[in-house]
C-alpha cells in the first residue's frame, strides 16, 4: 500500500465496563479501577505494532470504542490520537469519534474529551421511553439521557445517537412519536435499529423461556418504510440500512467497514482487516496485556483471506449501503467473478428486489426490508 491508497481507519478497543451489559459479552470485563499507566503504554505499543505494518499511510478516521471508552483517561486518548498522528498523514478534517453511554458521569468529561482530540460522539440512547429503557437494560433514564445529549451538542461539533426499534408491543403510531421527537433534536447522524433476538444475550433467554415474543415481521416491515420515509423528509436519509445522516455528515469510519477498506484494530479483542489480512487481538484483557508485554502486540490470529472470502466480505458489506457496490471492484477482489448466484440475482431483478446498472449492483428501497434473506441466497459463500 502506498500513500495514494483510500485512507486507512483507526479502531481502539477499550474494554473495560463499569456495570454489566445486557448486550455485549465483555460483563467479565467490569473493572472498579485499572492501572491507567500501564493500560496506556500497552495501547501506544499495539499501535505502533500495527503502524509499522501499515507504513505510509493517510488516516482518515479514529473510532475509540468497546466496554465504556467514554471513561478512558482524557490523557489516554490524547496520547493514542497523538501517536496515531506521529505514525500516519492524518486526513484534514480527521473524523474522531468516542462511543459514550448517555449518563451525567460519562457527559461531565465531554469537555475534557473534546479537549483531547475527539470531535464526534456516538450515544446510545436507545429510548425515549423509560420503561423501554428499563426492558432493555439500560442504567439511564430519558431525562438523563436527553441532558447528556444537550451536553455533547454544546461540545461537539459531530454528534449522533442510536435508538432501537421494533420493541415489545411497540405500535406504528408509538415509534412515529417517538422518532418525529428524536429529529427535532436535530444531531446530524442517527443509527436506528430494529431490536433483535441474538444469541447469548438476557433477550435470547427471554425468548427461550416465553416470556419474550418475537416481533411480527410485518409489523416491523412497516416500521422499517416509516422510519425511512420520516428520516428523508427529515433531510436524514438513509445511507445504510440502519443509518441515516445529512448529506456529508455520514460515519466516514464506519463507511470504511462498508467499502471494505483496510483498518487497524488494537486493544484487546479488537478485530482488523488490512492486505487481505484478518486480524483479531486478545480479548481477556489481562491476556491481551501480557501479549503486549511479551511480543509488543496483543495478537492472538492473524489468517490471509483467499480471494473468495474476500469478495464475499466485501459483498456482505457493501450491499447494506444505498449506493450498493461495484462489481468491477468485487470481481477484482474475489480474483476472478463475483461470488453471486446468477439464478438468484435474475430472480431478484425481476422481483425489484436487486437493481444493477452497468457494474453498480444495488439493494432497492423494496429489498432492504428483506436485506438478510437477499444477502442468503445471493452471496455464494
Not at 439500560?138 to 461539533?157: I, K, M, N, S, Y
Not at 411497540?170 to 447522524?189: K, M, N, P, V, Y
Not at 411480527?216 to 441515516?244: C, K, Q, V, W
Amino acid at each position: 500500500m502506498t500513500a495514494d491508497s483510500p485512507p486507512l481507519a483507526l479502531y481502539v478497543h477499550w474494554p473495560f465496563c463499569v456495570s454489566k451489559c445486557p448486550y455485549c459479552d465483555f460483563n467479565s470485563h467490569v473493572r472498579e479501577s485499572v492501572d491507567q499507566e500501564i493500560w496506556r503504554a500497552a495501547m501506544l505499543a499495539d499501535l505502533a505494532h500495527e503502524a509499522a505494518l501499515l507504513p505510509g499511510r493517510r488516516l482518515g478516521s479514529i473510532f475509540f470504542g468497546g466496554g465504556t471508552p467514554s471513561l478512558m483517561p482524557p490523557e489516554t486518548v490524547a496520547a493514542v490520537i497523538d501517536a496515531a498522528a506521529q505514525h500516519w498523514t492524518f486526513e484534514p478534517g480527521i473524523e474522531i469519534t468516542l462511543e459514550a453511554n448517555p449518563s451525567s458521569v460519562e457527559a461531565a468529561r465531554f469537555a475534557d474529551l473534546s479537549r483531547a482530540g475527539v470531535n464526534r460522539v456516538s450515544l446510545g440512547l436507545q429510548a425515549l421511553d423509560d420503561d423501554a429503557l428499563r426492558f432493555l437494560g439500560r442504567a439511564h433514564g430519558v431525562a438523563e439521557g436527553l441532558a447528556a445529549l444537550d451536553t455533547a451538542q454544546a461540545v461537539f461539533a459531530r454528534v449522533s445517537f442510536d435508538l432501537i426499534y421494533a420493541r415489545p408491543d411497540q405500535t406504528l403510531a408509538g415509534w412515529e412519536a417517538e422518532l418525529g421527537r428524536a429529529l427535532g433534536f436535530g444531531t446530524e447522524h442517527l443509527s436506528l435499529y430494529q431490536l433483535t433476538i441474538e444469541a447469548g444475550t438476557r433477550f435470547a433467554t427471554l425468548f427461550e423461556k416465553g416470556e419474550l415474543a418475537a416481533f411480527d415481521p410485518d409489523a416491523a416491515a412497516d416500521l422499517f418504510e416509516a422510519t425511512r420515509a420520516m428520516t428523508a423528509a427529515a433531510g436524514l436519509p438513509a445511507y445504510e440500512i440502519s443509518n441515516h445522516a445529512r448529506p456529508g455528515a455520514e460515519s466516514r469510519h464506519n463507511l470504511t467497514y462498508w467499502r471494505y477498506g483496510d483498518y487497524a484494530g488494537v486493544g484487546p479483542g479488537a478485530h482488523g482487516r488490512r492486505g487481505g489480512v484478518a486480524s483479531l487481538r486478545r480479548k481477556k484483557p489481562e491476556n491481551w496485556l501480557t501479549s503486549v508485554e511479551r511480543n509488543g502486540h496483543g495478537i492472538e490470529r492473524e489468517d490471509p483471506l483467499v480471494p473468495q472470502e474476500r469478495g464475499v466480505e466485501a459483498l456482505l458489506m457493501g450491499l447494506r449501503l444505498e449506493e450498493g457496490v461495484d462489481l468491477a471492484r468485487i470481481a477484482a477482489l474475489a480474483g476472478g467473478t463475483p461470488p453471486l448466484d446468477a439464478h438468484a440475482l435474475d430472480a431478484m431483478q425481476r422481483q425489484g428486489l436487486i437493481t444493477r446498472t452497468g457494474e453498480r449492483l444495488q439493494v432497492t428501497d423494496t429489498g432492504m426490508p428483506v436485506l438478510e434473506a437477499i444477502l442468503r441466497e445471493l452471496v455464494v459463500a
